[in-house]
């Protein structure tokens, strides 16, 4: 798939509210993350965030340099409908693989789940790219059977440890103990860091 096709997908689900991902809040492993990190001047993203309930919560908690990618124009305008304060040029309406500034964490919540299943690698390359030396990529990952079917595409624990692997240190790739109902069972949380030289 292009990326145009790709933003006109997502661009309409938004404008149909077609959209089942949306929990409505910040989610209690990415509060749980985020609120033990004690340093709150690093740049941190969040990539395909959508409404970026994520984003608010870290940027409203006092985390200094708060950055949101999304490749859909009306997840930007409602964001700001409700976040009005949110520095406007900190939310990247545009492809999250065209981006190439550095940041020192990036989280992921339904992004990687919702790009085609043969993106994977390029996802992994990108994060990489993104990262700065010892940054880290943490957040959600789903763990259901990977069908042809899909947004969400399902993964597995093996496939996440071989394919992250090859380009970062997985400090941490397990069950979520703290997911919210309707997922738990159904993801992990990974914790994986660009290696320093
Ligand atoms: C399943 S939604 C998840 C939204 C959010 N993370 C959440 O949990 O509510 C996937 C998001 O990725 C965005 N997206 C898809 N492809 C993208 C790309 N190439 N660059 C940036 N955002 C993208 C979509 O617009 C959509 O908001």
Request: with cysteine; hydrophobic share 35%.
């Amino acid at each position: 798939m292009k990326t145009m096709d790709q933003n006109n997908y997502w661009e309409k689900r938004y404008e149909e509210n077609n959209t089942g991902w949306d929990i409505g809040d910040v989610s209690t492993p990415l509060v749980e993350y985020l609120d033990q990190l004690e340093n709150k001047e690093i740049t941190i993203l969040f990539p395909g965030a959508g409404y970026a309930f994520d984003a608010e919560y870290a940027f409203k908690k006092g985390f200094k340099n708060v950055w949101v990618a999304d490749i859909a124009q009306t997840a930007a305008e409602r964001f700001f409908k409700r976040v009005p304060d949110f520095p406007k040029s900190q939310f990247i309406v545009g492809d999250f693989f065209a981006m190439d500034r550095k940041f020192d964490l990036i989280i992921e919540q339904t992004f990687y789940c919702a790009l085609p299943p043969g993106w994977r690698d390029k996802y992994v390359q990108q994060m990489h790219k993104l990262l700065t030396k010892g940054g880290k990529l943490a957040g959600v990952l789903f763990t259901f059977p990977l069908t042809e079917k899909g947004p969400p595409f399902g993964g597995s624990i093996e496939e996440y440890q071989e394919r992250f692997s090859k380009m970062f240190k997985v400090k941490t790739l397990k069950p979520c103990y703290n997911s919210i109902k309707p997922r738990l069972g159904n993801e992990v949380f990974i914790i994986a860091e660009k290696p320093k030289d």
